[in-house]
């Protein structure tokens, strides 16, 4: 039996999806974008859809406990879905986007490591206030390790978003991998990867990726595999 999607939140999707992949940010099949539909489970994109071509057979629920895919019509989530889930336990987000935006790309691969947490700080910008947090005159980006296993990338994400203390921005980078984003709704986290893009392109254009410490990133307590 098929679990069916609502009809008016998976055309939001497909649409923001067919949007981000007009701007050459969710090139090929990549990228993926969800919502939160209810306390128990989300909607997201189907896995090696292309995301200017999606319809609404091309999403898919899953559960936020477990990132299980609930529908059995022969379309899989993403390949990411453990990530969007992550975010969704850890924060009251209702919509999680992830892109390939050139600039964010290229700073997580310059910038990231391929086995620590680190962190990309920016210090007095005007775009830092798009990313909502009590003090908008800095933020330090995490920028996590591209594990091949994508659930041990969901495990670092969820560490470091629940634990210590202090504000977390609400996006992130993935080594080599591009920029995830999430808000109360789809604008509010695309608005936040726009910011996000911008920050990083300011980056390379002024060749300041470190004009203040941050305290160290909160690393996730699972150990290699």
Partial sequence: MTTTCPAAVAGEITAMAGSLYRRGWMPGTAGNVSVRDGNDRALITGSGRSKGELTARDV?????????????????????TTI?????????????????????????????RPDTLVTMPFQDY???????LTDAS?????????????????????AHLTGGPGERPPVLLIAGHGATSWGRD??????RLECLEALCELLFLTGRPHPWRPEPPVHATTTGE
């Fill in 126 to 132: 005007e775009l830092l206030k798009g990313f909502g």
């Fill in 84 to 112: 969007h889930t992550a975010v969704y336990r850890a924060t009251h987000s209702d919509a999680v986007v992830h892109v390939h935006a050139p600039f964010a790309t290229a700073a997580s691969v310059r910038f990231g």
């Fill in 138 to 158: 800095r933020c330090a980006v995490p920028i996590f390790p591209n594990w091949a296993e994508v659930a041990r990338i969901a495990r670092d994400v969820e």
């Fill in 186 to 191: 789809l604008a509010q986290a695309r608005d």
């Fill in 60 to 80: 898919v629920p899953v559960r936020i406990a477990d990132s299980v895919g609930l529908d059995v019509d022969g379309v899989r989530p993403s390949a990411e």
